[in-house]
């Protein structure tokens, strides 16, 4: 049945008060952040982040660190929508700041980082090519650490296949990375509206047109994952309602490396780097002291309360 234009209209501007209402609630202003809010929260704090821009002529890349360079780098990249900013419990984090040179970076497309005369780019190798430059200077003096959350988990995972010398450890928590059981929830139909995008801040923009892209750059991911040859270690929570918690599964099936660790954690959710801190650091600081081949673990699930 094909709505009349006057229809179509009115379920457009319905749509578009629906986002409005959203973009008022706490989950929403949660993710517009500003300087002059980054500037407040940190006035009082003892230890602040530096920011800088990798630039040239095609990209400018973003990112927030904490800790001497001199220390193995913590490579942090954020989901979708997201920022830097995703990371600040583990940026002010004392135990973390002793042990890393912690970055946390900007995507594509989110706060200040660009891709030249392009809003949103949807491709995960490109979105790993971006980072390779910051790869590769926070793998100067040793491979990286590098923590993929949500959507970042298969931007992470193809950065690592980029340039697996310069990778310790890759950690991927909450990740969507099956492409059959991707979720589009009604409010990111609702973002493909024009009407609707003129509402939104960019970064829900961009992630909408991520989202959307998603599951045919998954697939195009899926036959390389058995060529990850680094230490993996992959967390997933039993009451995750973004990412499908059989995305575990997946990621066993087609990780073949010897060194990969599956953690299932039954009453998590998504935001495990929020709710599950002291283990995430746990583990991260395990990682860090490991010999760099070790090969002592196993391909089963390592079930977490």
Known sequence: MHLPFSSKVSVVRSVAAVVLLLLCTGCFRNQLITERRVARYYRNKPVKPVFQTIQNDSLTLHYASVGSDTLPTLLLIHGAPGGWYGFVNMLEDSLLQRNFHIVAVDRLGYGKSRRKNQVAVTSIHTQAQSLLPLLQKAAARQPAIVIGRSYGAAIAAQLTLLRPESVRHLFMVSPPIDPDKEKIFWFARAARYRVVQWCLPRMFVVATAEKFAHAAELRELKPRWEKLDVPVTVLQGGKDWIADPLNLEFAKRHIKSKRAKFLFLPDAGHYI????????????????????HVSSYSSGTETVR
């Open 273 to 292: 780097t929020e709710t599950h801190t002291k283990l995430v650091k746990e583990i991260i600081l395990e990682a860090v002291h490991a010999p760099v």
